[in-house]
Antibody
Framework: EVQLVESGGGVVQPGGSLRLSCAAS????????MHWVRQAPGKGLEWVSL????????YYADSVKGRFTISRDNSKNSLYLQMNSLRTEDTALYYC?????????????WGQGTMVTVSS | SYELTQPLSVSVALGQTARITCGGN??????VHWYQQKPGQAPVLVIY???NRPSGIPERFSGSNSGNTATLTISRAQAGDEADYYC???????????FGGGTKLTVL
């Protein structure tokens, strides 16, 4: 079964850091680009970041550029999001998602999300 | 930055056809994907690359894309189709994925 499981969420103070993880199973992980997408409480979906299958290319939303870093360890079938200088507006449920077939394609598999709360 | 515009809400009578639009500048030149999200659940892909259905998605779901508007059509709407729907594209000019604001579908 194809599955993505996020972890690492929690409560952090403004200015703090957090590292999210996403464990993948059921597919050849390094064949696919991966994404982080977030959803603030009661709000819509917001794309955060993308990393290519080999990890050589990364992209970020302007709202997180310079503060967040996406990475992956293909030997561990794992995706990561290092979040620094966190702000209250980063409070959201963070999903990892897999590209469907090719680069910049639809997101066919989503995890259940991990909640990040930035609050003093 | 590239923007996608969706109506906040759409209502449809049980068994009738719902159409949810997604507007964007020359969106017809891009691949549009659609997601369904029910309360407390992760999004589910229902249409990819304008008009293709993933395995397991009913034929009642279809999509089209032309000019400045992409449309998700849900035929013979059921109570179980009540959800938020999001469109999404890749914008190569800004190297970013873009989601529409989402549309809440109500089945009356």
């Amino acid at each position: 079964e194809v599955q993505l499981v996020e972890s690492g969420g929690g409560v952090v103070q403004p200015g703090g850091s957090l590292r999210l993880s996403c464990a993948a199973s059921g597919f050849t992980f390094d064949d696919y680009a991966m994404h982080w997408v977030r959803q603030a409480p009661g709000k819509g979906l917001e794309w955060v970041s993308l990393i290519s299958g080999d990890g050589g290319s990364t992209y970020y939303a302007d709202s997180v550029k310079g503060r967040f870093t996406i990475s992956r360890d293909n030997s561990k079938n794992s995706l990561y999001l290092q979040m620094n200088s966190l702000r209250t507006e980063d409070t959201a449920l963070y999903y990892c998602a897999k590209d469907y077939v090719r680069a910049h394609d639809a997101f066919d598999i989503w995890g259940q999300g991990t909640m990040v709360t930035v609050s003093s | 930055s590239y923007e996608l515009t969706q109506p906040l809400s759409v209502s449809v009578a049980l068994g009738q056809t719902a159409r949810i639009t997604c507007g964007g500048n020359n969106i017809g030149s891009k691949n549009v994907h659609w997601y369904q999200q029910k309360p407390g659940q992760a999004p589910v892909l229902v249409i990819y690359r304008d008009s293709n259905r993933p395995s397991g998605i009913p034929e009642r779901f279809s999509g089209s894309n032309s000019g400045n508007t992409a449309t998700l059509t849900i035929s013979r709407a059921q109570a179980g189709d009540e959800a938020d729907y999001y469109c999404q594209v890749w914008d190569s000019s800004t190297a970013s994925e873009v989601f529409g604001g989402g549309t809440k579908l109500t089945v009356l």
